[in-house]
């Protein structure tokens, strides 16, 4: 017990249930099978030259044959920013082309080189050894569960980070119209201040500027106070 206590095990299970504890361990297990499934996807294709996301891109200009890269932003459900990067690197490999349109510069079409046809064929034997070996030792209907499932996570965490998107900027505008308020708001003193500031603009001197404002006076009144008593 004592242990337990000093490892901080026995705080997580005294303030959890048994069904929290096993969704945290479950979170957890994605998050470790994501990266070790980036890094070791990414070694199977370090042999070309490339990463995985870069081999699922030039598979899709294979199949598709010519493709613009917002459309394959789409069908991947990446940003049009990380395409343009991956494109970048396998249009320097040689491995596609990119003509961009006469008509309108800002539009470009993605096209397979012979060069990246031939690596394909070689992309879609790893891919296929992939599957078998990554669902070694797991049954067909726990395929189908997962298929499932993790497509309503997926949707979960993009309407988690949706909303606490949304209550961020809520709280910057909320922050920065305190802040303006809290400009435009000032002490009466200081307000009083800059009154006789302005109208003392053409008057005698700083003396006179002293005298009119309202420190001075405040403090002018303490001090006559003092000498009475």
């Known amino acids: 017990m004592k242990r337990e206590r000093q490892d ?3 705080f997580r299970r005294s303030k959890l249930s048994a069904s929290d504890w096993h969704k945290d361990l479950l979170i957890s297990w994605l998050f470790r099978t994501s990266a070790r499934m980036q ?3 990414d070694l199977c294709f370090m ?3 490339m990463t995985l996301q870069e081999a699922i891109v030039l598979l899709h200009c294979v199949h ?3 493709i613009s890269p917002g459309r394959l932003a789409s069908v991947l459900g990446k940003d049009k920013g990380k395409i343009t990067r991956f494109i970048d690197r396998l249009d320097t490999s040689r491995l596609v082309t990119r003509d961009v349109l006469r008509r309108d510069r ?11 046809r031939q690596l394909a ?3 879609v034997v790893v891919f296929k050894r992939i599957r078998k070996e990554l669902f070694t030792g797991i ?13 309503q996570l997926f949707g979960n965490a993009s309407r988690i980070g949706s909303q606490h998107k949304r209550e961020t900027v809520r709280r910057r505008r909320r922050i920065g119209t305190q802040r303006s308020e809290a400009t435009r708001t000032e002490s009466p003193m200081l307000q009083s201040d800059q009154s006789a500031l302005a109208s003392s603009l053409n008057a005698k001197g700083r003396k006179d500027l002293l005298e009119k404002s309202a420190a001075f006076q405040e403090f002018k009144e303490e001090g006559e106070g003092l000498v009475v008593k």
Do not use: H, Q
């Open 139 to 151: 049954v067909s209907s726990d395929v189908r569960c997962l298929e499932r499932m993790l497509p």
């Open 8 to 10: 901080g095990s026995f």
């Open 47 to 49: 042999k070309f030259g």
């Open 121 to 123: 064929r070689e992309l």
């Open 64 to 66: 598709a044959g010519t």
């Open 39 to 41: 890094t070791s996807l």
């Open 106 to 116: 800002r539009f470009s079409i993605i096209k397979p080189t012979g060069k990246g």
